[in-house]
């Protein structure tokens, strides 16, 4: 860990302004993306975001848009060739499905206790958004860092499958309040918090839903009216 970058060792911290940066902007010509309550994201100090996940764009997408730096806890496969040694450059951990492997926790616990925010998919994989079964891994790194769980929910990425392709789709990023770090001990106590992580992230996400359903509803004419 290099003392005050809040990075990896492998991180390079111009590198990674730089991809932040870009990452502002970049998304403009291809999705219509509106951040809801960006003030709730502490400006400062040790954080583990927390996001549903139903794309592959939802990590790239969501890399520049908090004002700070984060590290991401990415798939292992994703990590090979150049692409690999861009992602350790930018400060991104692997992580292996499936496999116990304690160094990727460890080295974001280094990030952490550095002042710095860690994000977290806390399913693991890529569904349909709606968060389902979570792991414990990001209220392990919280309760272990003494750092809030910053929940953030992302809509309007997903495209089922036999969709038609869709010009320039509106994305709708909605922060939630941060929740204290967690203090149970064992596993209950991470269980219990999981739960609670999870269920904020359900209702950041229905959040969302019931407000396309009201942006998209039909009046009495048959039209689609704008809300």
Excluded: C
């Excluded at 499958?161 to 509106?170: I, Q």
């Amino acid at each position: 860990m290099s003392p005050a970058r809040a990075l990896p060792e492998d991180g390079l911290g111009w590198l990674h302004d730089l991809g932040r940066w870009t990452g502002s902007w970049l998304w403009v010509p291809f999705y219509r993306v509106r951040v809801r309550h960006p003030e709730r994201i502490p400006p400062t100090g040790p954080v583990v975001l927390v996001a549903n996940h139903s794309a592959f764009v939802d990590g790239p997408l969501l890399f520049g848009m908090f004002g700070r730096r984060v590290v991401f806890l990415v798939k292992a496969e994703m990590f090979s060739g150049i692409v690999g040694t861009l992602l350790r450059w930018l400060g991104q951990v692997p992580v292996r499905r499936d496999v116990v492997d304690r160094r990727p926790l460890t080295t974001a616990l280094g990030v952490l206790r550095d002042g710095g925010m860690v994000a977290v998919f806390p399913e693991g994989t890529r569904g349909a958004g709606e968060v389902g079964a979570a792991r414990q891994g990001a209220t392990w790194l919280a309760r272990s860092a003494q750092a809030p769980l910053l929940p953030v929910a992302v809509r309007g990425t997903h495209r089922p499958a036999g969709s038609p392709r869709r010009f320039r789709p509106r994305v709708d990023v909605l922060v939630g309040d941060p929740l204290p770090a967690p203090t149970a001990p064992g596993r209950d106590g991470l269980a219990a918090a999981t739960t609670e992580v999870t269920e904020a992230l359900r209702t950041l996400v229905r959040e969302l839903d019931n407000e396309h359903r009201q942006v998209t509803r039909p009046d009495a004419a048959g039209d689609v009216r704008e809300q």
